[in-house]
């Protein structure tokens, strides 16, 4: 646009005056509709200049793009240079005033008219089914004068955009009754209706009635058969319509291009978008997006380079989703170059292209970036104000989420969301449930994503009657048929210790993920239902689809090891590479050590880990010396302990203690005392246990030699009573 702008100015009038004149209408029409104001009123004054500006055409056109700025005084100007009222520059008033929302305006200019005509009455019907004022619409449609095609489809179509297709589709049958006759729009509006009610039938119907007026070569007609039959389930039959089209639009290639990626195959789409002839903003995008929502992360920004080299400017929803690709793969690098270049064309005030940078710098850890972009949004909406607070909150700086929070002009469940995620995130799960309670005081409903975070709180602070009573808001809410409450609800139940219950909520899932089985079987592992677990993890390779992950074979060997079932154990670890494509980590490694050593095979168990692939971890050596310690192998326990305390002196008291414990075993008490000594020398501390009890909603926590509660004396006389009871009891 710019360099048709440049060539014109360049231009001179003679020797072909009418040949700089079409030029001149040519670049004004286009600019009318899609330039930018300042390339217009360059135009503008390069037309006054000329000579021009007066011809009637030329001030309609000038009109239409001051409207679509919103510039007033320059479109007041023009409509008093006209002699008294003109009807096409005061329709242009109403459809501006319908565009911005203004409908009172847009009212009382159409009541000043002294004469109106089919474009008058047309703008008014769409204007306000666009608004949703559905009856005052059908209104000013009963009263229309000229009942043209152009008002009967405003009619149709707004009340499909209104989710009316019953109301659309008896429209479209009083429209066959008159004597007017539909256009293209009017079958596609209609086509819409009955894809969206699920009618196919009515929908191959309506197609016999667009082929029988003429339109069976119709761009949009045949983009929504293509539609249909996708719907329809009927991709064959979608394809045929796409091969016979003689032309086709970016509509076309976006619906076939997403036929091709809903049925997985991401080749036969790309192929699809190799082989136009030519491509648009719309066309690059789409393969674009759908790249990056497969995960095709680092596809989708070769494509994207690819879209920029070839002269295609990025729309702001193209580059949202190449910054979102950019946070998900934390290519800091990358997305700072591409700030640098929506610096450049001026893009960085758009709120969505700031927000996707906010969360770029934030999920990559800078915060400090993130803050100066939202600085600079000059127009800041909720979805900026979210991101602010939820990349502070992922990065834990929770005293700048809070004040980002406080300062919100206005909030929604994403906010509240935000800022209960972070408190999960570090650990302060009190201010979790009192930030909830603040969010149902303030109207917010309890949102799924929230309900996760609630659950995982219950889990971590081991309140199961919080849990209990959150349970029963999603039955309320009806979130109990979402995968992620209810894999949530199994994981509380499981890690409060009520394995019955978590059991029930799985068995009630009716769609379980990989993620599911996991939490079940690991759940159950936990709660020393070993045999249950092994069973289950069974059960889901002959009967779901679920594939195993590290987390969920870890939780099995974990129950292989306090199941006894060593064999069974081994013979998963040895297959997790073969089977399941999974190399095994050294918590995998831990777990069989640890299986060997439970089951007194000792010596195994150490050329298990001198055999190691990967570096032991502190765990195993744990597991081989504390084996030995009750199996009284001396030896090859003071051998273990020595390599342990290597592993763990800099930062852990627990090689020093379990070499302890083996001492005292043996009654070697003065290796006792000196290891203890040593200990003292190093300001090691053995970790005290904790244990808790939940009353009335309340987890009261109690941790070894820690005197700190005030009730102490009364609970210790308390306990002291319960243990004699017990001993009477035995």
């Given at each position: 646009?710019?360099?048709?702008?440049?060539?014109?100015?360049?231009?001179?009038?003679?020797?072909?005056?009418?040949?700089?004149?079409?030029?001149?209408?040519?670049?004004?029409?286009?600019?009318?509709?899609?330039?930018?104001?300042?390339?217009?009123?360059?135009?503008?004054?390069?037309?006054?200049?000329?000579?021009?500006?007066?011809?009637?055409?030329?001030?309609?056109?000038?009109?239409?793009?001051?409207?679509?700025?919103?510039?007033?005084?320059?479109?007041?100007?023009?409509?008093?240079?006209?002699?008294?009222?003109?009807?096409?520059?005061?329709?242009?008033?109403?459809?501006?005033?319908?565009?911005?929302?203004?409908?009172?305006?847009?009212?009382?200019?159409?009541?000043?008219?002294?004469?109106?005509?089919?474009?008058?009455?047309?703008?008014?019907?769409?204007?306000?089914?666009?608004?949703?004022?559905?009856?005052?619409?059908?209104?000013?449609?009963?009263?229309?004068?000229?009942?043209?095609?152009?008002?009967?489809?405003?009619?149709?179509?707004?009340?499909?955009?209104?989710g009316l297709n019953f109301e659309a589709l008896d429209l479209f049958r009083k429209l066959l009754r008159s004597c007017v006759k539909p256009n293209s729009m009017t079958f596609t509006s209609v086509f819409k209706a009955c894809i969206e009610m699920g009618n196919f039938r009515l929908?191959?119907?309506?197609?016999?009635?667009?082929?029988?007026?003429?339109?069976?070569?119709?761009?949009?007609?045949?983009?929504?058969?293509?539609?249909?039959?996708?719907?329809?389930?009927?991709?064959?039959?979608?394809?045929?319509?796409?091969?016979?089209?003689?032309?086709?639009?970016?509509?076309?290639?976006?619906?076939?291009?997403?036929?091709?990626?809903?049925?997985?195959?991401?080749?036969?789409?790309?192929?699809?978008?190799?082989?136009?002839?030519?491509?648009?903003?719309?066309?690059?995008?789409?393969?674009?997006?759908?790249?990056?929502?497969?995960?095709?992360?680092?596809?989708?920004?070769?494509?994207?380079?690819?879209?920029?080299?070839?002269?295609?400017?990025?729309?702001?929803?193209?580059?949202?989703?190449?910054?979102?690709?950019?946070?998900?793969?934390?290519?800091?690098?990358?997305?700072?170059?591409?700030?640098?270049?929506?610096?450049?064309?001026?893009?960085?005030?758009?709120?969505?292209?700031?927000?996707?940078?906010?969360?770029?710098?934030?999920?990559?850890?800078?915060?400090?970036?993130?803050?100066?972009?939202?600085?600079?949004?000059?127009?800041?909406?909720?979805?900026?104000?979210?991101?602010?607070?939820?990349?502070?909150?992922?990065?834990?700086?929770?005293?700048?989420?809070?004040?980002?929070?406080?300062?919100?002009?206005?909030?929604?469940?994403?906010?509240?969301?935000?800022?209960?995620?972070?408190?999960?995130?570090?650990?302060?799960?009190?201010?979790?449930?009192?930030?909830?309670?603040?969010?149902?005081?303030?109207?917010?409903?309890?949102?799924?994503?929230?309900?996760?975070?609630?659950?995982?709180?219950?889990?971590?602070?081991?309140?199961?009657?919080?849990?209990?009573?959150?349970?029963?808001?999603?039955?309320?809410?009806?979130?109990?048929?979402?995968?992620?409450?209810?894999?949530?609800?199994?994981?509380?139940?499981?890690?409060?210790?009520?394995?019955?219950?978590?059991?029930?909520?799985f068995d009630r899932m009716t769609d379980q993920n990989d993620f599911s089985w996991t939490v079940i079987i690991q759940g159950l592992a936990e709660n020393g239902f070993a045999e249950e677990a092994i069973e289950l993890f069974e059960e889901m390779e002959t009967t779901s689809s679920?594939?195993?992950?590290?987390?969920?074979?870890?939780?099995?060997?974990?129950?292989?090891?306090?199941?006894?079932?060593?064999?069974?154990?081994?013979?998963?670890?040895?297959?997790?590479?073969?089977?399941?494509?999974?190399?095994?980590?050294?918590?995998?490694?831990?777990?069989?050590?640890?299986?060997?050593?439970?089951?007194?095979?000792?010596?195994?168990?150490?050329?298990?880990?001198?055999?190691?692939?990967?570096?032991?971890?502190?765990?195993?050596?744990?597991?081989?010396?504390?084996?030995?310690?009750?199996?009284?192998?001396?030896?090859?326990?003071?051998?273990?302990?020595?390599?342990?305390?290597?592993?763990?002196?800099?930062?852990?008291?627990?090689?020093?203690?379990?070499?302890?414990?083996?001492?005292?075993?043996?009654?070697?008490?003065?290796?006792?005392?000196?290891?203890?000594?040593?200990?003292?020398?190093?300001?090691?501390?053995?970790?005290?246990?904790?244990?808790?009890?939940?009353?009335?909603?309340?987890?009261?926590?109690?941790?070894?030699?820690?005197?700190?509660?005030?009730?102490?004396?009364?609970?210790?006389?308390?306990?002291?009573?319960?243990?004699?009871?017990?001993?009477?009891?035995?």
């Amino acid at each position: 646009m710019i360099a048709s702008l440049r060539s014109l100015l360049s231009l001179q009038p003679a020797p072909s005056f009418t040949a700089y004149v079409d030029k001149s209408l040519s670049l004004l029409k286009k600019l009318s509709t899609h330039g930018s104001l300042m390339e217009g009123a360059v135009l503008h004054g390069h037309l006054i200049k000329m000579g021009l500006s007066s011809e009637r055409y030329v001030t309609i056109k000038l009109l239409i793009l001051y409207l679509k700025h919103r510039r007033l005084r320059e479109s007041e100007h023009i409509r008093e240079a006209f002699d008294g009222f003109d009807l096409v520059v005061h329709n242009c008033f109403i459809n501006a005033n319908m565009e911005w929302g203004d409908l009172n305006e847009a009212r009382r200019l159409f009541d000043e008219m002294p004469e109106r005509n089919e474009i008058t009455w047309s703008t008014m019907i769409s204007g306000l089914m666009r608004w949703g004022k559905v009856r005052e619409s059908l209104w000013y449609f009963g009263k229309n004068p000229f009942p043209s095609v152009v008002s009967w489809t405003a009619g149709i179509t707004g009340l499909v955009q209104n989710g009316l297709n019953f109301e659309a589709l008896d429209l479209f049958r009083k429209l066959l009754r008159s004597c007017v006759k539909p256009n293209s729009m009017t079958f596609t509006s209609v086509f819409k209706a009955c894809i969206e009610m699920g009618n196919f039938r009515l929908g191959m119907s309506v197609s016999g009635l667009a082929v029988k007026a003429g339109f069976q070569h119709s761009v949009s007609i045949s983009n929504s058969l293509i539609t249909l039959f996708l719907r329809m389930g009927k991709p064959s039959l979608a394809k045929d319509v796409f091969d016979r089209m003689k032309e086709r639009d970016t509509v076309t290639w976006t619906a076939i291009l997403d036929m091709y990626i809903d049925a997985g195959d991401l080749v036969g789409a790309r192929s699809i978008f190799e082989n136009m002839l030519t491509r648009n903003e719309v066309s690059w995008s789409v393969m674009i997006s759908r790249y990056i929502q497969n995960g095709h992360h680092e596809e989708a920004l070769m494509l994207f380079s690819r879209m920029v080299r070839e002269g295609t400017k990025p729309s702001i929803s193209c580059l949202s989703s190449v910054i979102c690709a950019l946070s998900d793969l934390k290519a800091l690098h990358t997305g700072t170059n591409l700030h640098a270049h929506i610096l450049k064309v001026g893009m960085e005030t758009y709120v969505f292209i700031g927000s996707a940078l906010i969360d770029l710098y934030c999920k990559c850890g800078n915060t400090r970036e993130g803050q100066l972009v939202f600085d600079s949004i000059p127009s800041k909406n909720v979805v900026c104000w979210n991101s602010m607070i939820s990349g502070y909150s992922l990065n834990g700086q929770m005293v700048e989420a809070e004040k980002m929070f406080q300062n919100a002009p206005a909030r929604d469940n994403i906010t509240w969301n935000g800022i209960i995620s972070g408190y999960v995130e570090i650990g302060q799960f009190d201010e979790v449930f009192e930030c909830v309670n603040e969010m149902l005081l303030s109207g917010e409903v309890l949102s799924k994503s929230t309900f996760s975070s609630l659950l995982c709180a219950c889990s971590s602070t081991a309140s199961l009657e919080k849990g209990r009573n959150f349970h029963a808001k999603a039955v309320k809410l009806a979130f109990m048929g979402d995968v992620y409450v209810g894999t949530g609800l199994t994981d509380m139940y499981a890690k409060c210790g009520d394995v019955i219950s978590s059991r029930k909520v799985f068995d009630r899932m009716t769609d379980q993920n990989d993620f599911s089985w996991t939490v079940i079987i690991q759940g159950l592992a936990e709660n020393g239902f070993a045999e249950e677990a092994i069973e289950l993890f069974e059960e889901m390779e002959t009967t779901s689809s679920a594939t195993p992950n590290e987390l969920m074979l870890l939780s099995v060997l974990f129950a292989c090891s306090h199941s006894g079932m060593v064999d069974k154990g081994l013979t998963i670890f040895y297959s997790m590479e073969t089977v399941y494509g999974i190399k095994p980590s050294g918590r995998h490694c831990t777990c069989v050590v640890d299986m060997l050593s439970r089951s007194g095979r000792l010596s195994e168990a150490e050329a298990f880990i001198d055999s190691m692939h990967v570096t032991p971890e502190s765990n195993a050596w744990a597991a081989l010396l504390s084996a030995c310690t009750k199996l009284g192998n001396e030896k090859l326990a003071e051998k273990t302990a020595k390599k342990l305390l290597v592993l763990t002196e800099r930062n852990s008291a627990a090689g020093h203690v379990l070499l302890s414990n083996m001492y005292a075993s043996l009654g070697k008490w003065a290796e006792v005392l000196k290891m203890r000594k040593v200990m003292k020398e190093k300001g090691l501390k053995k970790t005290g246990g904790c244990s808790w009890v939940e009353v009335k909603s309340i987890v009261y926590s109690f941790y070894s030699e820690d005197g700190s509660n005030s009730q102490l004396p009364e609970i210790s006389q308390v306990l002291e009573l319960l243990r004699t009871e017990m001993l009477i009891v035995e």
